[in-house]
């Protein structure tokens, strides 16, 4: 029902920054939860943060906390992940999901639609 695109991604340096965005597509969003989830290599996908349609409630992940800041526009059916002070342990596909009830959880199986991911790459 909804599409998701995100775009964004790239090699950087460790201690640089990247700024994700992940745009919807094919209906409204209206009380959306959207967040990030990531799957480094040899490791299961992980909660990256999420954030509920008023902006409200937002959740991030320890690893993190104090690095990354989540948030949405609305009016452009979009949400954005800035990045910043990156890590080598960062590296890893984003992906960007919506949850349709509203509720913001960091469970991988509450989430209905998923993007298909973009590369990130942090050198170190």
């Known amino acids: 029902q909804v599409q998701l695109a995100e775009s964004g991604g790239g090699l950087v340096q460790a201690g640089g920054s990247l700024r994700l965005s992940c745009a919807a597509s094919?209906?409204?969003?209206?009380?959306?939860?959207m967040a990030w989830f990531r799957r480094a290599p040899e490791k299961e996908r992980e909660f990256v943060a999420a954030?509920?349609?008023?902006?409200?409630?937002?959740r991030y992940a320890d690893s993190v906390k104090g690095r990354f800041t989540i948030s949405r526009e609305n009016a452009k059916n979009t949400v954005y992940l800035q990045m910043n002070s990156l890590k080598s342990e960062d590296t890893a596909v984003y992906y960007c999901?919506?949850?349709?009830?509203?509720?913001?959880?960091?469970?991988?199986?509450?989430?209905?639609?998923w993007g298909q991911g973009t590369q990130v790459t942090v050198s170190s």
């Open positions: 954030i509920s349609w008023s902006g409200g409630s937002i």
């Open positions: 094919g209906g409204t969003l209206d009380t959306y939860t």
């Open positions: 999901a919506v949850r349709f009830l509203g509720a913001v959880v960091v469970d991988t199986d509450e989430y209905d639609n």
